[in-house]
């Protein structure tokens, strides 16, 4: 591979099924070492990208490379690892047997007992597949996708099922993976997972990249601040929604969380005019915020 060559080039990529385009004019550049997330909500062509990613369909208009070689190529070359969330693992068998089958696929795969440590699937080695859990089944998957050792990895949903302290096992795994500059692209519904793992964001909405760039930079995408405040019934609701410098009121749970272009002015509106106020907090923009803002505007085709 050309040192200069990216690991993903996607130039002008179109697909459509029928009268719905799952994709409209794509163009996306990753290299070499990125961990980039993709994000985006449902119907918004994450899955058809990855998919044509893979080799899996072809697009109606524009071009994939991966490492600068069509992605069947590079995918039969075992440049590219998949995990993919809907992938059927093999019946009929324990996970042992799955992955010594599989392992004897690649020209050049990853030693075995370094993928099932890496994957954390030593204590259930024996179990049959269709006996496996939600969060044993995703580990089992995430194997499969380092065997063949490969320089790009394409993640979808990799941490659903998994509890809060194997998903933070999972990334640490991952980035002692991507330390020899393996590339990553993974979607994940799990916006703060986003954030903290990526180097790069990239938010697809009806089927275009409608945002790319760093968490930070995406963020920087939405104004303003966010008060938040205990919801007290002594609280006039229809009076804070009118204070200058709030855009929104929203009730979350046990707090009001009110979206500001103006904090200063709406908290010290806030404090004059509703003294019964407690529990305020002013703080930035979330990558939620961010993603709801960029992902539910009017988007013209």
């Known amino acids: 591979m050309n040192a200069s060559e990216p690991a993903l080039a996607l130039t002008g990529v179109r697909k459509s099924y029928g009268p719905v385009t799952a994709v409209r004019g794509v163009d996306l550049r990753i290299e070499p070492g990125e961990i980039v997330a993709l994000l985006g909500p449902n119907g918004a062509g994450k899955s058809t990208l990855n998919e044509m990613i893979l080799g899996l369909i072809r697009p109606d208009a524009g071009r994939v490379r991966v490492f600068g070689s069509d992605p069947l190529t590079a995918v039969r070359d075992g440049r590219v690892g998949a995990m993919l969330q809907a992938g059927a693992l093999l019946s009929d068998c324990t996970v042992r047997e799955l992955l010594g089958l599989m392992h004897g696929l690649y020209a050049h795969p990853l030693p075995l007992d370094e993928v099932i440590e890496r994957a954390e699937l030593a204590g259930f080695l024996k179990t049959r597949t269709e006996r496996l859990s939600g969060g044993q089944a995703q580990r089992v998957r995430y194997a499969l996708a380092l065997l063949p050792d490969p320089e790009l990895m394409i993640l979808d949903e990799p941490t659903v099922a998994m509890d809060v302290e194997l998903r933070r096992r999972f990334w640490t795994s991952m980035r002692d993976v991507t330390a020899g500059d393996r590339t990553v692209l993974f979607a994940t519904h799990y916006l703060e997972e986003a954030d903290q793992a990526a180097d790069r964001i990239v938010v697809l909405a009806a089927g275009s990249v409608v945002a790319d760039g760093s968490g930070d930079m995406i963020k920087s995408r939405v104004s303003g601040k966010i008060i938040g405040l205990a919801a007290d019934p002594a609280l006039d609701l229809e009076l804070i929604s009118a204070l200058p410098g709030v855009v929104r ?28 106020a407690r529990e305020i907090e002013v703080t930035a923009a979330s990558l939620e915020d961010a993603f709801l803002a960029l992902t539910t505007e009017e988007r013209v085709a």
């Open 249 to 276: 009121v929203a009730r979350v749970g046990a707090r009001l969380e009110l979206t500001c272009d103006d904090s200063d002015r709406a908290l010290r509106a806030l404090l004059e005019r509703q003294p019964a």
